[in-house]
């Protein structure tokens, strides 16, 4: 199992680039960032800044979108940090949420995604493409590699991370919710003539270690429950599309009845004043909240669901403690092991 971590784009950058130093020294493989940029920072200027300064990790988006940023030019901005950096970027790309919200602007339609996507993809991989009727290719890229991965929670955009992602992303740490969201993206991936096993799957989700105590973890859900006012967010425009008798699982649905709406100015930070609504069942079941035992213990269940890849936020005031502990402890636990010698039977 490979780990990520993700992070806002706060001010001042180089903080945001000594964390990204910290995630490589306690082994995590990849790096993720918010983009939306009126919020936040630009990312892929600090992009740059993190892949200079180190040297395994992978960097990427959670999410980038096709509304605010032209596809070509997002696709020119990976294959560039690969002609620099080597391999290591990797696109997570939604319909667009925070970035175009903040200006009175809309998610794309569904077709407009599913093209974006196969134009990112191709472009920064090197090959050719065609857009608006015509033919382009990159003449400088050589060799760029970069994966797509979708990040959904509707059947709809399910369906197109099955279709055509790489990979998929859910933003999301429950268990049912995990389970019911990977087999409809292989089920749409198998319908559509592709091999199910070959999409890698990515479970985002804040974590939070805790010491142990009842006032840590008390603690530690208050901190983490800007998550499920996120979460719900997205919730909200399935249940207007969809209604409440859609396949999507009631533990998605049902806790955002007494929501009353959303505020982008505090998009994604702990302590917000509009997440009242979300229970605490819902922030044990989204998040990973406890001891490196029971952070352990989770993610085990969604690696037998099909995780690839576990992706923390660190939007709390636990970040180098939590990130140390992973380190330390979560991460070996799940790694797989390799024995330097092998003894025959004597």
């Known amino acids: 199992m490979d780990f990520g971590v993700v992070v806002q ?8 680039v000594a964390l990204a130093r910290r995630a490589e020294e306690h ?7 918010y983009d939306s940029h009126i919020l936040w920072q630009e990312p892929y200027v600090i992009h740059s800044q993190i892949l200079s300064q180190t040297s395994q990790i992978k960097v990427g988006t959670m999410v980038t ?3 605010t940023r032209d596809w070509t030019v997002t696709a020119s901005t990976f294959a560039t940090l690969n002609a620099l950096f080597g391999n290591r970027t990797i696109c997570g790309i939604g319909r667009g949420d925070s970035a175009v919200r903040v200006m009175g602007g809309a998610p794309v339609t569904l077709k407009a995604f599913r093209e974006s996507i196969g134009v990112i993809r191709e472009l920064a991989n090197s090959r050719s493409v065609e857009v608006n009727g015509t033919t382009i290719q990159f ?6 590699q970069l994966d797509v991965w979708v990040a959904a929670y509707g059947p709809m955009a399910l369906k197109i991370a099955g279709e055509v ?3 998929f992303i859910l933003q999301c740490g429950d268990l049912d919710i995990a389970e019911w969201m990977i087999r409809t993206v292989r089920n749409a991936a198998e319908n559509a003539g592709r091999d199910p096993q070959e999409i890698k799957f990515c479970v985002a989700a804040p974590m939070y270690i805790t010491d142990g105590t009842e006032s840590s973890y008390r603690h530690a859900l208050d901190q983490c429950r800007w998550f499920g006012g996120m979460v719900g967010n997205h919730v909200a425009d399935i249940v ?6 859609s396949d999507v699982p009631k533990a998605l649905t049902d806790y ?4 009353e709406g959303y505020d982008y100015n ?3 930070k702990s302590g917000n004043t509009h997440v009242d609504f979300v229970p605490d069942e819902i922030v044990e079941r989204f998040c990973l909240i406890g001891t490196a035992e029971q952070h352990i213990e989770k993610l085990a269940k969604l690696k037998a669901l099909g995780a690839v890849q576990f992706a923390g936020y660190l939007d709390h005031d636990n970040k180098e403690e939590t990130m140390r502990v992973y380190g330390a402890t979560v991460i070996p636990a799940l790694r797989e092991h390799v024995t330097a010698t092998q003894r025959k039977n004597v």
């Open 165 to 167: 992602g790489d990979g």
């Open 9 to 16: 784009t706060n001010p001042p950058a180089p903080r945001t």
């Open 27 to 33: 082994g995590f493989d990849y790096f993720w960032t």
């Open 240 to 245: 207007s599309k969809y209604g409440t008798d």
């Open 256 to 259: 955002i009845a007494g929501r």
């Open 139 to 144: 003449p400088w890229s050589r060799g760029s």
């Open 65 to 67: 979108n096709p509304a």
């Open 266 to 268: 505090q998009h994604g």
